[in-house]
């Protein structure tokens, strides 16, 4: 069982800023993929960025490029989502999700089936 705490939500204004993080349970966290997705208002769960086990690759949804960070520190086993110029319609709950059961070799997936374990998600708002 992996347990996920996320932190950092809440709200800005468009164009500031905001620091997700996520904290996993687990001893293999070096090899467990994981990624941030979000929930807007009557929309599907949608990727947000996630990177390979090293945090040397990084991949984000064309929505958030050039403004949101991904990364990861191994030695916490946190992960990061660092969000710049934020737009109303980053407007979301947003999830930690961690696959430890490696359906995801090597991390980089951006498929939310890949991923076995969620945290309770935290909410974003931004405001024009």
């Known amino acids: 069982q992996v347990q996920l705490e996320e932190s950092g939500g809440g709200m800005a204004q468009a164009g500031g800023s905001l620091r997700l993080a996520c904290v996993a349970s687990t001893r293999a966290f070096r090899t467990t993929a994981m990624a941030w997705f979000r929930r807007a208002p009557g929309k599907e769960r949608e990727f947000v960025a996630t990177?390979?086990?090293?945090?040397?690759?990084?991949y984000y949804a064309d929505a958030v490029k050039g403004r949101f960070t991904f990364s990861r520190d191994n030695s916490k086993n946190t992960i990061y989502l660092q969000m710049d110029n934020l737009k109303p319609e980053d407007t979301a709950v947003y999830y930690c999700?961690?696959?430890?059961?490696?359906?995801?070799?090597?991390?980089?997936?951006?498929?939310?089936?890949?991923?076995?374990?969620w945290g309770q998600g935290t909410q974003v708002t931004v405001s024009s």
């Open positions: 999700a961690a696959d430890p059961l490696n359906y995801c070799s090597g991390g980089g997936c951006r498929d939310s089936n890949e991923y076995n374990y």
């Open positions: 990177s390979n086990w090293s945090g040397l690759d990084d």
